[in-house]
T-cell receptor, first 114, second 109 residues
């Protein structure tokens, strides 16, 4: 069990640029989640997949955000036309349970938009 | 609207000084209450899930309890390695967790 892996760990970009993050979940986990966390706050839910199907999206996920999970394995989160307010830690989590409990989180991608 | 409030925001304890962290919640239809630990620069690490009032779970120096309106995380004789942010989260009808803002615990040797 190698845990949930996220890449890159840190990303600095200029406002208006597009960025893409990758998440590799624990191999046998069929559910994958994206959360966003800002300093001093708890993680906020963005979206989740069961296998390759994106089943739920938060209203926080504006049309500049898109997530994919081709073939139900790794997932990518893309942010287009980044804004300074997008600066945050983007956390990926996976779960083996049908109820979605007991999430296993990765170490996150820290995004800084200048 | 679902609400999760954690207190205190920050807590400093001497090593060996026991205390409790509070998580109060207002949700429609609680499916589970979760406690996670988060170290700086890392993702949250699962500690406990509680499902019904009166339930208790223990792990080493930590004990979590649940009532109809709140949960407590009791820390007995803490050590410096217990220093972290402790997050409470609730699962309602949706397939995701709603987190509080956490309690930042510092244990001084």
């Amino acid at each position: 069990d190698t845990g949930v892996s996220q890449d890159p760990r840190h990303k600095i970009t200029k406002r208006g640029q597009n960025v893409t993050f990758r998440c590799d979940p624990i191999s046998e986990h069929n559910r994958l989640y994206w959360y966003r966390q800002t300093l001093g706050q708890g993680p906020e839910f963005l979206t989740y997949f069961q296998n390759e199907a994106q089943l739920e999206k938060s209203r926080l996920l504006s049309d500049r955000f898109s997530a994919e999970r081709p073939k139900g394995s790794f997932s990518t989160l893309e942010i287009q036309r980044t804004e300074q307010g997008d600066s945050a830690m983007y956390l990926c989590a996976s779960s083996p349970y049908a109820s979605g409990e007991k999430l296993f989180f990765g170490s996150g991608t820290q995004l800084s938009v200048l | 609207e679902d609400q999760v409030t954690q207190s205190p925001e920050a807590l400093r304890l001497q090593e060996g000084e026991s205390s409790s962290l509070n998580c109060s919640y207002t949700v429609s239809g609680l499916r589970g209450l979760f406690w996670y630990r988060q170290d700086p620069g890392k993702g949250p690490e699962f500690l406990f899930t509680l499902y019904s009032a009166g339930e208790e779970k223990e792990k080493e120096r930590l004990k979590a309890t649940l009532t109809k309106k709140e949960s407590f995380l009791h820390i007995t004789a803490p050590k410096p390695e217990d220093s972290a942010t402790y997050l409470c989260a609730v699962q309602t009808g949706a397939n995701n967790l709603f987190f509080g803002t956490g309690t930042r615990l510092t244990v001084i040797p």
